[in-house]
């Protein structure tokens, strides 16, 4: 192996033709000159792929990587060694015992975490949550992991309770009754841990405002964009004036959706607005009682009425 006059120790060149760009035979591991064929250096490490890739086989795997993504979450970032069982005779003792075992399983620490942010991912799947929110909520679940500050509380409602302050941390939230329905916890449970976990990791979120979930419910409607906008009026007209006081946010949407739609071409049933918002008629009915006296005064000036305000259904 040699080197040019100036930089010695720090560039490998061909002693003959200094200014060639040394070509590397990957198969080989070869340094050599394109002047005049002469092997430069050799034993060069290949760092590329360790096998060919095709994007139409196996989408969820990455066959160049070895083991899966380093996770700084698992103590260690999950960089451990598991050693396969022994197929020939030298991976045996003279008594027939194995020579090489794992001498660090997981511990119990890590299985609960690995565990935990499986089941956080598997209910964000089922309610397409973007991973920016997953992420945060396996943040979450590890702090209250490593404080052991919810001892006894099952480690999927603690999980439950994760996604649910990270939808409301995100500006996305979602209702008690949508986390429940893809948990395998009561809500009431989940709510129990909401309300230790803002206060063991003395943290906040922001109030649910009825304009958080108008978009979603009239969308999953198929209400158009014109009743969307009234239906946000509504609401946020109601909440000002305090015609609704103690109802939810999500009734009061809900009977703001109701309202618009039904003063519209593009009607909806209380029952198929429940059965998106999660609330039950009965509680819509309510809200849209309290709200129908002074509906003259909510609708936005430029909405375009299909059905008079004196034509509305009165409950």
Same mark, same amino acid.
């Given at each position: 192996?040699?080197?040019?006059?100036?930089?010695?120790? #720090?560039?490998?060149?061909?002693?003959?033709?200094?200014?060639?760009?040394?070509?590397?035979?990957?198969?080989?591991?070869?340094?050599?000159?394109?002047?005049?064929? =002469?092997?430069?250096?050799?034993?060069?490490?290949?760092?590329?792929?360790?096998?060919?890739?095709?994007?139409?086989?196996?989408?969820?795997?990455?066959?160049?990587?070895?083991?899966?993504?380093?996770?700084?979450?698992?103590?260690?970032?999950?960089?451990?060694?598991?050693?396969?069982?022994?197929?020939?005779?030298?991976?045996?003792?003279?008594?027939?015992?194995?020579?090489?075992?794992?001498?660090?399983?997981?511990?119990?620490?890590?299985?609960?975490?690995?565990?935990?942010? +499986?089941?956080?991912?598997?209910?964000?799947?089922?309610?397409?949550?973007?991973? @920016?929110?997953?992420?945060?909520?396996?943040?979450?679940?590890?702090?209250?992991?490593?404080?052991?500050?919810?001892?006894?509380?099952?480690?999927?409602?603690?999980?439950?309770?994760?996604?649910?302050?990270?939808?409301?941390?995100?500006?996305?939230?979602? @209702?008690?009754?949508?986390?429940?329905?893809?948990?395998?916890?009561?809500?009431?449970?989940?709510?129990?841990?909401?309300?230790?976990?803002?206060?063991?990791?003395?943290?906040?979120?922001?109030?649910?405002?009825?304009?958080?979930?108008?978009?979603?419910?009239?969308?999953?409607?198929? =209400?158009?964009? #014109?009743?969307?906008?009234?239906?946000?009026?509504?609401?946020?007209?109601?909440?000002?004036?305090?015609?609704?006081?103690? +109802?939810?946010?999500? #009734?009061?949407?809900?009977?703001?959706?109701?309202?618009?739609?039904?003063?519209?071409?593009?009607?909806?049933?209380?029952?198929?607005?429940?059965?998106?918002?999660?609330?039950?008629?009965?509680?819509? +009915?309510?809200?849209?009682?309290?709200?129908?006296? +002074?509906?003259?005064?909510?609708?936005?000036?430029?909405?375009?009425?299909?059905?008079?305000?004196?034509? =509305?259904?009165?409950?």
């Amino acid at each position: 192996m040699a080197s040019g006059r100036s930089d010695t120790l #720090s560039k490998v060149v061909c002693p003959a033709h200094p200014e060639a760009n040394l070509i590397e035979d990957y198969h080989a591991g070869d340094l050599i000159c394109p002047e005049c064929g =002469l092997v430069v250096g050799d034993r060069v490490i290949d760092v590329g792929s360790e096998w060919r890739t095709f994007s139409n086989e196996k989408a969820n795997s990455d066959p160049s990587r070895v083991g899966a993504a380093e996770n700084p979450l698992l103590n260690g970032g999950d960089l451990s060694t598991i050693i396969g069982r022994g197929t020939g005779d030298a991976s045996f003792s003279e008594s027939g015992a194995p020579k090489y075992q794992n001498r660090r399983p997981t511990n119990t620490s890590d299985r609960a975490l690995i565990n935990a942010f +499986r089941e956080i991912n598997n209910m964000a799947d089922r309610i397409n949550l973007p991973r @920016t929110i997953v992420d945060r909520a396996n943040n979450l679940f590890k702090q209250v992991h490593d404080g052991k500050t919810l001892k006894g509380r099952s480690n999927d409602a603690i999980a439950s309770a994760c996604l649910y302050i990270a939808c409301r941390q995100e500006g996305v939230p979602r @209702t008690f009754k949508e986390i429940c329905a893809v948990s395998k916890i009561s809500k009431k449970e989940i709510g129990r841990c909401f309300k230790l976990m803002l206060k063991a990791l003395e943290t906040s979120v922001d109030l649910i405002t009825t304009g958080d979930f108008m978009s979603r419910f009239c969308s999953n409607l198929g =209400l158009p964009l #014109s009743v969307q906008k009234a239906a946000t009026h509504i609401a946020c007209e109601a909440v000002k004036v305090d015609i609704v006081p103690g +109802r939810s946010p999500i #009734s009061v949407a809900a009977a703001a959706i109701y309202m618009a739609s039904q003063a519209s071409e593009d009607k909806r049933t209380q029952k198929e607005i429940g059965d998106i918002a999660g609330v039950a008629d009965v509680t819509i +009915r309510q809200s849209y009682k309290l709200m129908y006296p +002074r509906a003259a005064e909510l609708f936005p000036a430029d909405f375009k009425f299909f059905t008079p305000i004196d034509q =509305l259904p009165q409950s």
